[in-house]
């Protein structure tokens, strides 16, 4: 590492270096130097968001000297990094979090009180910042916060959106999508606009052979438009390592283009270009397992990835090493098809700009890069058309052919007589127009593919990717379950279970290396234990209602059973079969003595989670939800006994206040449709029940903790198919109880049945897709079972107890490790010495 300051000026430097408050009161010196000199605002108009920034931006510049150490020691260490690449990181808010993190949130708590503010007042001024759609993205986050936390050198690359998901208003019972402008002020970025790639669309080709009689490949005219780099600290629990988020923002390139335009009178238009290049960063699609074929869509992808891996490559080039080096020096993982451009961007630079033969550059590439893949839904698989690309990346097309040419050529050594499996593995599928099969080019230009929970990575061997098992052999494919990060989902959303576990256990240290937790179970007939347990549920439960209270302008009952699904409202995920399920007790509620009433066990069903704007049977089922509630909640007969809440806007922030009060939370796929889910571990780390189906991670929950601390239900992954066939070929009948359920509807119960039709059909007449009817009797019956366990308090707190106790597997620190040692072959680097000299000073 060079530095253009001489030797001998290099002590000043290292004198007036910032070293960052420790104490209250260099806090509130910080704090208040902000708000009165970045802020311009003063002890007379400081409110509570003044308050936020001047925090903010004191905790900032402790990062920043953090981060900057940390770059510096990764660039010295010289060792392989890791970059992540994802279209969507949904990190939710920062403040909190790296308080916690760099351990100074008592610190800022007393201060501010100084100051005359309350921390949770100040935390919640924070807008979420929202740049993903649901799993995939909060599943970003949590690998940066691991990766962070246990040092290794790893970056995520990025877009910085200027709308990140919509944010979500229900009026009369329907979504209705507001843009979400984050940007107004943001704390946790840094513009580099010394950090830019100039990125180039559209265009043609030219190949010829040069004076020395060498092939010359150039793409040439076209767009230009430059991606300015924006870096997000990410701090780790409990060390110095700040990690980097590096997010791209697009605008018009500043280059000759736009001065000739000018010059020549043409000021309009090259103010439309300027917009027109603004628009590539401007908004995340809200789509969750959905690809839908956009040409901006790809104008992003390229974009991105074409950004980072000039970065990328650019900082390989300043070590001066041989290009056989690279991938000792680079890792590069693939978060779902998005970013599988990158493959062939890399080969374009090795080939066409820095001038390597093919077949050495191939090398390279394909041991570079890991392709996580996320979901085996067919409408989630990304293909691009072959025209659409040809005009916007005409030289990534011919790449993308060479690619696919060589590939079938060794296929074709290998099974000289399947023509059918050239046809099948192929890159392009032979339609009308032809298209680019992303995920085949991914496992192609990769050298492991993982899935991110046991069956979903058997399920991709066995159906999607079958003829590449037989291709590659079976241990291209490997299986990483996902994992969560438990400083936000549990020290972080629930600091009172956190203080609880680590008073039992002696420390905090579980945060770091959650198989601690085990250390609960002998504690679990602890009866001062489990009142203090039950009573921090219930506290939750609480805080939950009043939240319910403030934004419904309702009260439910704490003391009733949280029965609990926030997700992305998707057929597959099943929303329909819980309020099916939910309309299914109302019936009986209804029908019953009052006597029988008085046996119930009172239950709050809630629900959250946005459905894409274009998804219009998720709206359906979001709106029959809201109604249902409208006639539930003011129904006499009923009372306590049900109530059902939609909460509005569930997104991150939301959700810290949600999980941690459950008692019981749904995670209900069709079986085999749910990669994964991530937010079943959350619940359960918090110590709620689960009811579930046989699919995704709830698989692997269920080994970890023990059949008898979760509610299962439904048909199994490997009876779908049959059961699909048989809806349409066999004697199909709807099961009578669901059908009473239609009835009920129909009959107009809540309200205009006709809003409803397309819910019912899809399952009386079209086929059930999602076998919501073969799996209606065994939910309700589940959740009957529920309601008895549930009766024994005593029983149940021993559940929830001996669940957490298990959680440890889960963790995203485990996940990473994995990665680390089975795909990127990366080692963390050794921070002891820079902690020591923290302690010392
Ligand atoms: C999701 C899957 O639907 C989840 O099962 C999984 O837990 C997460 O990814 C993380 O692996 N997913 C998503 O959020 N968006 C997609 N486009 C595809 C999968």
């Not at 708000?35 to 001047?54: P, Q």
């Not at 032809?434 to 061997?461: C, P, T």
Request: a negative charge; glycine letters at 6%.
């Amino acid at each position: 590492v060079e530095s253009s300051i001489p030797e001998h000026m290099r002590e000043a430097w290292k004198k007036f270096s910032p070293k960052g408050f420790t104490t209250k009161d260099e806090f509130e010196s910080e704090a208040v130097k902000h708000i009165e000199t970045t802020l311009a605002r003063s002890l007379f108009n400081c409110d509570e968001l003044a308050a936020y920034s001047g925090t903010a931006l004191a905790f900032r510049d402790r990062l920043i000297i953090d981060w900057n150490k940390t770059q510096q020691r990764q660039s010295f260490a010289d060792q392989k990094r890791l970059y992540y690449l994802s279209l969507e990181f949904l990190m939710g808010r920062a403040l909190d979090n790296a308080m916690l993190n760099v351990g100074l949130k008592n610190v800022a708590k007393d201060g501010l009180a100084d100051l005359g503010f309350r921390i949770e007042d100040i935390i919640a001024q924070e807008h979420d910042a929202a740049l993903g759609n649901g799993g995939l993205g909060r599943l970003a986050a949590c690998f940066l916060d691991s990766m962070a936390t246990l040092n290794y050198a790893a970056w995520g690359y990025g877009l910085r959106y200027r709308y990140g998901i919509f944010k979500q208003e229900i009026q009369d019972g329907y979504q209705v999508e507001i843009p979400d402008y984050w940007l107004d002020f943001n704390p946790w970025e840094f513009p580099r606009h010394d950090v830019s790639v100039d990125v180039q669309f559209y265009g043609w080709v030219n190949k010829y052979t040069n004076d020395e009689g060498k092939q010359i490949v150039s793409w040439q005219d076209g767009e230009i438009v430059t991606a300015t780099a924006y870096d997000v600290p990410v701090p780790g629990y409990g060390t110095p390592t700040v990690n980097n988020l590096r997010l791209w923002s697009s605008k018009a390139s500043s280059g000759e283009f736009d001065f000739a335009k000018f010059n020549s009178g043409e000021y309009e238009s090259a103010v439309a270009d300027e917009q027109r290049a603004e628009t590539i960063s401007a908004v995340l699609y809200p789509n969750d397992n959905l690809e839908r074929g956009k040409e901006l869509r790809l104008k992003q992808q390229y974009f991105w990835c074409a950004a980072s891996l000039h970065d990328i490559v650019r900082r390989f080039k300043k070590s001066k090493r041989k290009w056989s080096e690279f991938s000792d020096q680079v890792a590069i993982q693939l978060n779902d098809t998005h970013p599988t451009l990158a493959i062939v961007e890399l080969q374009r630079i090795l080939v066409d700009m820095e001038g390597l033969g093919w077949d050495e550059a191939w090398t390279i590439v394909t041991s570079t890069f890991g392709y996580t893949n996320h979901t085996v839904l067919p409408e989630a698989l990304e293909k691009w058309s072959v025209p659409l690309i040809q005009n916007l990346l005409p030289r990534h097309l011919q790449i993308i052919y060479e690619i696919n040419l060589q590939f079938l050529q060794s296929v074709e050594k290998r099974f000289p007589k399947d023509r059918d499996l050239l046809g099948r593995v192929s890159i392009i599928e032979e339609s009308q127009p032809k298209m680019v099969r992303m995920a085949y080019l991914a496992i192609i230009g990769s050298h492991k593919v993982n899935g991110v929970a046991e069956l979903h990575s058997d399920l991709i061997k066995t159906t999607i990717f079958k003829d590449f098992v037989k291709v590659y052999g079976p241990d291209k494919f490997t299986n990483v379950t996902n994992g969560i990060t438990p400083r936000r989902w549990l020290h972080q959303a629930n600091p009172r279970l956190s203080e609880l576990i680590a008073s039992k256990i002696g420390s905090y240290e579980f945060l770091k290396d959650l198989t601690l937790l085990n250390k609960l179970e002998p504690f679990v007939d602890d009866k001062e234990f489990k009142k203090e347990w039950a009573e921090i549920k219930y506290a939750n439960k609480v805080r939950l209602a009043q939240h319910i209270q403030t934004t419904k302008g309702y009260s439910v009952n704490p003391k009733a059973l949280f029965d609990i699904q926030v997700k992305r409202i998707h057929e597959y995920k099943r929303q329909q079969l819980n309020i099916f399920g939910v309309i299914h007790r109302y019936m009986a509620i209804k029908s019953m003595s009052p006597e029988e009433r008085k046996k119930l066990v009172p239950r709050v069903s809630v629900f959250g989670g946005k459905a894409a704007p274009g998804y219009w049977m998720a709206k359906t089922i979001i709106h029959l939800i809201n109604k249902v509630g409208e006639v539930v909640n003011k129904d006499p007969d009923v009372g306590d006994l049900l109530k059902v809440v939609f909460l509005e806007d569930y997104n991150v922030s939301k959700a810290e206040i949600i999980v941690p009060a459950s008692d019981i939370s749904e995670h209900i796929s069709t079986a085999g449709t749910e990669a994964s889910g991530t937010s079943n571990m959350k619940f359960v780390l918090n110590g709620g029940m689960i009811i579930g189906t046989l699919d995704g991670a709830n698989i692997e929950i269920t080994r970890e903790i023990g059949e008898q601390n979760i509610f299962l239900f439904g048909n199994l992954s490997e009876d779908v198919e049959d059961l699909r066939h048989h809806h349409f070929y066999g004697d199909y009948k709807v099961n009578p109880e669901l059908v009473k359920v239609f009835d009920c509807i129909k009959k107009g119960t809540f309200g205009d049945e006709g809003a409803f039709g397309a819910l019912i059909s899809g399952i009386v007449e079209h086929g059930d897709y999602y076998l919501v009817s073969d799996d209606f009797n065994s939910y309700c019956q589940t959740q009957d079972l529920i309601d008895e366990a549930y009766k024994d308090q005593d029983a149940w707190v021993t559940k929830s107890i001996t669940s957490v106790a298990r959680m440890g597997f889960f963790t995203s620190d485990r996940c990473i490790n994995e990665y680390a040692d089975t795909i990127w072959n990366i080692e963390p680097l050794d921070v002891a010495e820079e902690k020591e000299v923290r302690a010392r000073t």
